[in-house]
């Protein structure tokens, strides 16, 4: 087996801290985010619950890139969302995976290690 060393942007330096912050590389945010092809912008959704697959089929339509997976970060307690959205991004070949924030954070870092494209939404 070869073993190389994969080399992560600083952009993808995640933490996750139990005080309701994200850290990622040296900013820091305290309302969710999402995270799409290394760019971060603010969740207007308050809430998981509020969050729907028109959302997620809208982003993936508008993207150069889709994703292979969706990480849905939920806080401190892992929460799940509704099948059917899991279903409406099946059909676009988008897996939907959802966890705490803080395993969410190491599990992105370490698909992205792999080269796999992978998206967030995370809730601190």
């Excluded at 971060?40 to 997620?56: D, R």
């Excluded at 970060?73 to 099948?83: E, R, S, V």
């Excluded at 395993?103 to 992205?112: E, I, K, P």
Aim: one cysteine or more; a negative charge; aromatic letters at 8%.
């Amino acid at each position: 087996m070869k073993i190389t060393e994969n080399h992560l942007a600083e952009a993808t330096s995640f933490f996750s801290s139990s005080q309701g912050i994200l850290q990622i590389g040296e900013q820091t945010y305290s309302e969710p985010i999402c995270w799409q092809d290394g760019k971060i912008s603010i969740v207007p959704q308050a809430t998981i619950g509020e969050l729907n697959e028109q959302i997620f089929i809208s982003a993936i339509e508008a993207a150069e890139n889709h994703p292979e997976v969706i990480i849905i970060g939920t806080g401190a307690k892992q929460q799940f969302m509704h099948p059917k959205i899991a279903a409406a991004l099946s059909t676009y070949g988008v897996g939907l995976e959802c966890m705490n924030t803080a395993s969410a954070c190491r599990t992105l870092v370490l698909l992205q290690g792999e080269g796999r494209s992978t998206w967030a939404w995370l809730w601190p």
